[in-house]
């Protein structure tokens, strides 16, 4: 697969409609990974009032695929393998931002750790996710 000459990491947010959905957005890309965040809406908070754990880990998720996707520039296909997520504090408000490190790029394998952080850049989670490279 021919490698892009320019990659608009939010522009490849954009198009995939769940991250749109959510309202995930493309930060920054740093030699290791990216950082990403999510606006904190009421219709993303548990019945607690909370930030639901399911946006923190779809955007500890994303953003290891992100980074993947940035590392490879878009040439190499990949998904989900697994992921670990410990949740260390709430969050209520605000935003969660979420900074991917890719740790280990295998022949088969990609194993990223996340720091999820809030607006006020207090640590909330983190996460160990591994993705497959499909092709």
Not at 97 to 122: K, P
Request: proline fraction near 3%; include cysteine; glycine fraction near 8%.
């Amino acid at each position: 697969m021919k490698k892009p000459a320019t990659l608009d990491l939010n522009d490849v947010m954009q198009r995939i409609n769940f991250n749109h959905l959510l309202g995930i957005r493309f930060v920054r890309s740093h030699k290791d990974g990216v950082t990403i965040e999510c606006p904190v809406r009421p219709e993303l908070l548990n019945i607690a009032k909370v930030l639901h754990g399911g946006v923190a880990a779809t955007i500890a998720d994303v953003a290891v695929g992100f980074a993947c996707w940035n590392h490879f520039q878009g040439s190499r296909r990949h998904t989900t393998a697994e992921m670990k997520i410990n949740y260390l504090a709430p969050v209520a408000s605000g935003k969660i931002v979420a900074r991917a490190r890719l740790v280990r790029i295998g022949r088969h394998l990609v194993v990223g750790e996340v720091d999820l952080r809030d607006g006020q850049r207090n640590r909330v989670g983190i996460a160990i996710v591994t993705y497959m490279l499909l092709d």
